[in-house]
């Protein structure tokens, strides 16, 4: 008998190992378990399985008991893989236990396969990644980069998206990840829907930098925030570069590479994800026309902004101010 009672419903088997990061199994469950039709009927059906059902050890001071063996492997749709505490040994998982080598064979090849932080380095040694651009926690990215120098490692963003197979940087990344993949099967109404019911951000580019602590600058060496707090309020004028190196004093050439040393990206990535923020603000939060709202946040035409908006949000600045004044 199925252990997914619901035809309908995307089934989406989490599988999870002893040391298990708990925070980022729950949230598995939390988003795809808010994703609701037009009629408020579930559209995901989220499962539990562990290499063997019984008790699994966490990070934390409790353990969880999982009823599911691997067979729900077999049945799922989506499969997502959290980390564990077993990922950080001496050369974790190279090769793969038999018996989790065993149980991944039975993921169906037109599954879609997740990870979450190091549970990159499960899907690696598997070789499920050959060919992709992935990512993982930072702290683990140069032991990955070791391991599988072949593998195209990205450390520096969140999430990637390779069809088949995706990879998230970690913890609270995981969540932009799932987000992601609700926003692919259903729309954004529904991911932003999910998201204002977690009380989380509705998107986070999967190339956004990693919040990764990074030197302060030098006492007594020239910073670039004085820049950005100009550039913040002049969003309407469209600085660029040449204009903010010119209020921090510096040369373009310094003021980048000063600028990528304080905020992790460059000052074109910087503007670009100001003016965005900004135009989802006033949509959110003001009546005014798309295309004065496009004119304030910097984008110059309503056309520009539907443009940038598709990219990186999937959905035009209307339906996106549907969305959320229609849920307030």
Do not use: K
Request: with cysteine; charged share 25%.
């Amino acid at each position: 008998m199925s252990i997914f009672g619901h035809p309908q419903r995307h089934p989406v088997a989490v599988l999870v190992r002893q040391g298990l990061l708990s925070f980022e199994a729950s949230a598995v469950h939390r988003l795809f378990g808010q994703a609701r039709d037009a009629d408020g009927e579930p559209l995901y059906e989220v499962r539990t399985c562990a290499l063997e059902p019984g008790r699994v050890r966490t990070d934390t001071d409790f353990e969880i008991l999982v009823d599911h063996g691997p067979e729900a492997l077999a049945e799922a749709a989506t499969v997502v893989l959290p980390a564990a505490d077993e990922d950080y040994g001496e050369r974790p998982h190279d090769p793969l236990a038999p018996d989790l080598a065993a149980a991944l064979g039975l993921i169906p090849a037109t599954a879609r396969v997740a990870s979450i932080c190091t549970g990159a380095f499960v899907l690696a040694a598997a070789g499920m990644l050959e060919g992709c651009r992935v990512t993982t926690h930072w702290r683990s990215a140069r032991y990955f980069r070791s391991m599988y120098p072949h593998i195209d490692l990205d450390p520096d963003v969140l999430y990637t998206d390779n069809g088949r197979h995706l990879t998230a940087a970690g913890v609270a990344s995981g969540i932009d990840l799932c987000l992601h993949m609700i926003r692919c099967d259903h729309g954004a109404a529904v991911a932003n829907e999910v998201a204002r019911g977690t009380v989380v951000p509705p998107h986070r580019e999967g190339g956004q930098a990693q919040y990764i602590r990074r030197p302060l600058p030098e006492p007594g060496r020239a910073a670039t925030a004085g820049a950005r707090a100009w550039a913040l309020e002049h969003l309407e004028e469209q600085p660029g570069l040449r204009e903010m190196a010119d209020r921090a004093a510096m040369s373009v050439r310094t003021f980048t590479r000063r600028f990528r040393e304080e905020t992790g990206m460059s000052p074109g990535r910087w503007l670009a994800e100001q003016r965005l923020d900004l135009a989802r603000r006033l949509l959110e939060g003001s009546d005014l026309a798309v295309d004065r709202i496009a004119e304030r946040a910097g984008f110059g035409t309503g056309t520009s902004l539907r443009q940038h908006m598709h990219q990186a949000l999937g959905v035009s600045p209307s339906a996106y101010r549907r969305t959320f004044r229609g849920s307030a």
